[in-house]
T-cell receptor, first 113, second 115 residues
């Protein structure tokens, strides 16, 4: 079945550590997105990528980094520079045109301990 | 840049009552509009979308939404609420900036269904 897989589902990070969240899709979609979700704030865009080897900062990119070396993969690294990383992270993908809907993974809940 | 406003972060309805979740957008051009539903600790699932054509859009689980350009609104309705409708609902608009598309989401409305 086609879809988006995020791993792990739960992740714990010690302060000062970098962690990488995985996102893989087999939908052959061109565009991929990372969102952060906090209670009462909806989804905020971190980074997005329309094609391989290219990506753009979203509204809250500080403290995060991404890569897009393969069409199906868009990993997100939460660096130690991100001061408040505890949140629910969602990965999505779409065909590049804006009239198609975004397909979402099941999310990764990151907690700083 | 476009934006989306969802009025009411929490809405409660009785089982069998009408569900109305409000969404307004800001856009100077015809937008692409979406409604998603999220169950606890899960990703978002598409309920329905408006691109072009008929302004009344029907989605899954008995939901529908009407695009009203004059009011810049895209409110979500369901005639009769079911307990399984309890979830968080997000309105979204597709925004084209510098030749690329990104999706702008509202802050969400949590729907509670009372027995």
């Amino acid at each position: 079945d086609g879809g988006i897989t995020q791993s792990p589902k739960y992740l714990f990070r010690k302060e000062g550590q970098n962690v990488t969240l995985s996102c893989e899709q087999n939908l052959n979609h061109d565009a991929m997105y990372w969102y952060r979700q906090d209670p009462g704030q909806g989804l905020r865009l971190i980074y997005y990528s329309q094609i391989v080897n290219d990506f753009q900062k979203g509204d809250i990119a500080e403290g995060y980094s991404v890569s897009r070396e393969k069409k199906e993969s868009f990993p997100l690294t939460v660096t130690s520079a991100q001061k408040n990383p505890t949140a629910f992270y969602l990965c999505a993908s779409t065909q590049s045109a804006g009239w198609t809907e975004a397909f979402f993974g099941q999310g990764t809940r990151l907690t700083v301990v | 840049a476009q934006s989306v406003t969802q009025l009411g972060s929490h809405v409660s309805v009785s089982e069998g009552a009408l569900v109305l979740l409000r969404c307004n957008y800001s856009s100077s051009v015809p937008p692409y509009l979406f409604w998603y539903v999220q169950y606890p600790n899960q990703g978002l699932q598409l309920l329905l979308k408006y691109t072009t054509g008929a302004t009344l859009v029907k989605g899954i689980n008995g939901f529908e939404a009407e695009f009203k350009k004059s009011e810049t609104s895209f409110h979500l309705t369901k005639p009769s609420a079911h307990m399984s409708d309890a979830a968080e609902y997000f309105c979204a608009v597709s925004d084209r900036t510098s030749g690329t598309y990104k999706y702008i989401f509202g802050t969400g409305t949590r729907l509670k269904v009372l027995a």
